[in-house]
Nanobody
Framework: QLVESGGGLVQPGGSLRLSCAVSGFPLDYYAIAWFRRAPGKEREALLCISNNDGSITFLDSVKGRFTISRDMTKNTVYLQMNSLQPEDTAVYYC?????????????????WGQGTQVTVSS
């Protein structure tokens, strides 16, 4: 089971840290990725982390602004988002399993969280 938290309303240029609490298996058993879906757009892969790949950033527009990390003691993956812009407004999801390698393709992930809304607006 995956449970996201940490979303909310933030002004342009601000920061948020999203959390994805994982239960049911060890955090490093599978690759874990963050996706987002903006209104009227397709779901897009942001970043992924796994034992085999380390961390990978898929989306060019978040490179240098978003980072992924994990805390094994809390079985939680984080998405640190800095310099947020209105175009980052979306529902953010974490996803995992059954693969051990990172992927940008949603069908490669079998478990998804419920999503957390991030709104960037002044």
């Amino acid at each position: 089971q995956l449970v996201e938290s940490g979303g909310g309303l933030v002004q342009p240029g601000g920061s948020l840290r999203l959390s994805c609490a994982v239960s049911g298996f060890p955090l490093d058993y599978y690759a874990i990725a963050w996706f987002r879906r903006a209104p009227g757009k397709e779901r897009e892969a942001l970043l992924c982390i796994s034992n085999n790949d380390g961390s990978i950033t898929f989306l060019d527009s978040v490179k240098g602004r978003f980072t992924i990390s994990r805390d094994m003691t809390k079985n939680t993956v984080y998405l640190q988002m800095n310099s947020l812009q209105p175009e980052d407004t979306a529902v953010y999801y974490c996803a995992t399993g059954p693969g051990e390698y990172c992927s940008r393709y949603p069908p490669d992930f079998g478990s998804w969280g419920q999503g957390t809304q991030v709104t960037v607006s002044s």
